[in-house]
Protein backbone atom coordinates (compact mmCIF):
# COMPACT_ATOMS: atom_id res chain seq x y z
CA UNK A 1 0.00 0.00 0.00
CA UNK A 2 2.94 2.33 1.09
CA UNK A 3 4.95 1.66 -2.80
CA UNK A 4 1.42 2.47 -4.66
CA UNK A 5 0.78 5.71 -2.55
CA UNK A 6 4.44 6.96 -3.80
CA UNK A 7 3.91 5.74 -6.67
CA UNK A 8 0.86 7.80 -7.09
CA UNK A 9 2.81 11.09 -5.20
CA UNK A 10 5.42 10.91 -8.04
CA UNK A 11 2.58 10.64 -11.03
CA UNK A 12 1.27 13.28 -9.48
CA UNK A 13 4.36 15.50 -9.59
CA UNK A 14 5.24 14.32 -12.87
CA UNK A 15 1.86 15.27 -14.65
CA UNK A 16 2.43 18.31 -13.08
CA UNK A 17 5.62 19.20 -14.01
CA UNK A 18 4.81 18.45 -17.43
CA UNK A 19 1.40 20.41 -17.48
CA UNK A 20 3.66 23.27 -16.32
CA UNK A 21 5.73 22.66 -19.42
CA UNK A 22 3.04 22.39 -21.72
CA UNK A 23 1.79 25.62 -20.81
CA UNK A 24 5.77 27.33 -21.48
CA UNK A 25 5.76 26.15 -24.49
CA UNK A 26 2.04 27.08 -25.69
CA UNK A 27 2.86 30.52 -24.12
CA UNK A 28 6.38 30.55 -26.76
CA UNK A 29 4.05 29.29 -29.87
CA UNK A 30 1.52 31.85 -29.16
CA UNK A 31 3.79 34.63 -28.65
CA UNK A 32 5.45 33.75 -31.69
CA UNK A 33 2.85 33.79 -34.13
CA UNK A 34 1.38 37.04 -32.53
CA UNK A 35 4.09 38.38 -33.13
CA UNK A 36 4.18 37.07 -37.18
CA UNK A 37 0.75 37.89 -37.37
CA UNK A 38 0.97 41.71 -35.97
CA UNK A 39 4.17 42.11 -38.31
CA UNK A 40 1.77 40.76 -41.00
CA UNK A 41 -0.81 43.23 -40.40
CA UNK A 42 1.39 46.55 -39.68
CA UNK A 43 2.90 45.74 -43.75
CA UNK A 44 -0.67 45.43 -44.68
CA UNK A 45 -1.47 48.54 -43.05
CA UNK A 46 1.72 50.40 -44.62
CA UNK A 47 1.08 49.25 -48.12
CA UNK A 48 -2.90 50.16 -47.58
CA UNK A 49 -1.92 53.51 -46.50
CA UNK A 50 0.53 53.61 -49.58
CA UNK A 51 -2.25 53.28 -51.65
CA UNK A 52 -4.71 55.91 -50.82
CA UNK A 53 -1.95 58.14 -51.11
CA UNK A 54 -1.10 57.11 -54.56
CA UNK A 55 -4.80 57.62 -55.45
CA UNK A 56 -5.21 60.87 -53.52
CA UNK A 57 -2.58 62.69 -55.44
CA UNK A 58 -3.59 60.56 -58.92
CA UNK A 59 -0.10 59.61 -59.44
CA UNK A 60 -1.00 55.46 -59.80
CA UNK A 61 -4.56 53.81 -60.14
CA UNK A 62 -5.19 51.15 -58.07
CA UNK A 63 -7.33 48.57 -59.28
CA UNK A 64 -8.92 45.84 -57.06
Not at 30 to 49: P, Q, W
Request: charged share 40%; glycine share 4%; proline share 0%.
Amino acid sequence: KRDTALIETRKKVLIKQMMQKHNEKFFDIKEYYKDITRANLDKISRRESLQIGWRMDGSKEIHR
